[in-house]
């Protein structure tokens, strides 16, 4: 095994690992959380990884206040993370040409 595919596969472990902490009383966050699990963890660097655990570790409402905008985490780690899933899904988004926002 490459040392680039032992971190896959590493990276793919870890996030087999958090599939079911991103399930959560709400479905929205459910949704949002899964897909950037999916589609956007394994590009985050180690730091980045480790934030998306941190952040599994807040309640719902805080987490659902983030990621629809209505409130703004006042840690810059948690800041930046929030941005990213944002964008992801703003760039998920159904009617979107290409997979990217218009």
Do not use: K
Not at 7 to 23: G, H, N, P, Y
């Amino acid at each position: 095994m490459y040392p680039n595919d032992a971190a896959t596969a590493e990276i793919s472990a870890q996030a087999a690992r958090l599939r079911w902490q991103c399930r959560r009383g709400m479905l929205e966050l459910d949704l949002l959380l899964s897909r950037f699990l999916e589609t956007g963890f394994a590009a985050l660097d180690a730091a980045g990884r480790a934030d998306f655990v941190r952040l599994l570790g807040y309640q719902d409402q805080i987490l659902h206040d983030w990621l629809v905008g209505q409130a703004v985490p006042a840690d810059a780690a948690m800041r930046r993370l929030v941005g990213q899933i944002r964008a992801a899904m703003r760039d998920d988004a159904p009617g979107c040409a290409g997979g990217s926002a218009s």
